[in-house]
């Protein structure tokens, strides 16, 4: 099921939204950092260990390896799939869980109570990133839509279409829906 089939026919997509690219950016040049150390350990153990002993170590080395890969592999999954829809008629979070689970929420845009936009620390401020809390009279709390960049003019925008949708739905019924 792709994200665009989450849409009602009726509905248009007003943003779609991602994690900003720094953050998986981040991910792997970390992962690659640890790649290194685990590339600079093969050199060692094949330089400094005897026949015996190194070959059980260059296979906890590969395994340690495969680790690193298995955790960037999930990282661009989790990156990719964690999306944020905003349509002219509600807010779709979908939050993927490991690889073959996944969270979908929907916030209507007429439960929406108020929306803040955190942006904490040097690098989301000077990347223009940080995290948009819609606050909701729903089920859920809160929807939080983190890291993602431009958070003041999401803000700007879910306000823009909460006030649309309010002018064309006074009693927040659906004409699609009757």
Do not use: C
Not at 17 to 45: E, K, P
Not at 47 to 65: G, M, P, Q, V
Not at 76 to 96: K, N, S
């Amino acid at each position: 099921m792709t994200n665009l089939s989450l849409l009602k026919p009726y509905e248009k997509m007003e943003l779609f939204l991602r994690r900003h690219w720094l953050i998986l950016f981040f991910d792997y040049f970390g992962a690659g950092f640890l790649t290194l150390i685990g590339l600079a350990g093969f050199f060692l153990i094949n330089e400094f260990f005897d026949l015996t002993f190194r070959d059980i170590l260059l296979f906890l080395l590969s395994f340690y390896i495969l680790l690193v890969w298995q955790f960037l592999f999930k990282k661009l999954t989790d990156f990719y799939l964690d999306t944020w829809i905003v349509t002219d008629h509600r807010i779709l979070e979908i939050h993927q869980l490991g690889l073959f689970k996944r969270d979908v929420s929907e916030l209507r845009l007429s439960k929406i109570q108020d929306v803040t936009v955190k942006v904490n620390g040097l690098l989301p401020t000077f990347f223009n990133y940080g995290e948009v809390v819609v606050q909701t009279a729903g089920e859920i709390p809160e929807f939080k839509f983190k890291q993602v960049p431009y958070p003041q003019k999401i803000k700007d925008e879910i306000f823009r279409l909460y006030d649309q949708f309010i002018k064309q739905h006074p009693n927040d019924q659906e004409i699609h829906e009757l």
